[in-house]
């Protein structure tokens, strides 16, 4: 059996979207400290309907920002998903803000 490329990177995002130091680890961990729910998160982020599933889970496979450049890191990030997802919007703004709220353990 032949596995093509898209099947892999699948998999990779889909991996890499729950480890630990990607983004996906991040917002998972915001949503258990706050109550919020994995749909409010993705409304908040501009990706609530099922037409934006693959984008959320590349999103959620990026490495966390920079602690020093966040909002430049988040930039190149969502521009870079953008060129895949063209008809796609990311509310960048309210992606850094979640990463940037102070969590409690």
Same mark, same amino acid.
């Given at each position: 059996m032949i596995t093509d490329d898209t099947s892999i990177l699948t998999t990779w995002y889909?991996?890499?979207?729950?480890?630990?130091?990607?983004?996906?680890?991040?917002l998972h961990l915001y949503r258990q400290r706050t109550g919020l729910s994995?749909? #409010?998160q993705r409304a908040l982020l501009g990706l609530?309907?099922?037409?934006?599933?693959?984008?959320?889970?590349?999103?959620q496979a990026m490495p966390l920002p920079?602690?020093?450049?966040v909002d430049t890191d988040? #930039?190149?990030?969502?521009?870079?998903?953008?060129?895949?997802?063209?008809g796609a919007t990311i509310h960048t703004a309210q992606l850094a803000a979640l990463l940037r709220t102070p969590l409690e353990p």
């Open positions: 889909t991996f890499a979207a729950s480890a630990p130091g990607f983004l996906g680890s991040a994995l749909a #409010q609530h309907d099922a037409s934006t599933d693959a984008i959320w889970t590349r999103l920079r602690p020093d450049h988040l #930039q190149h990030i969502v521009a870079h998903l953008l060129t895949s997802f063209p």
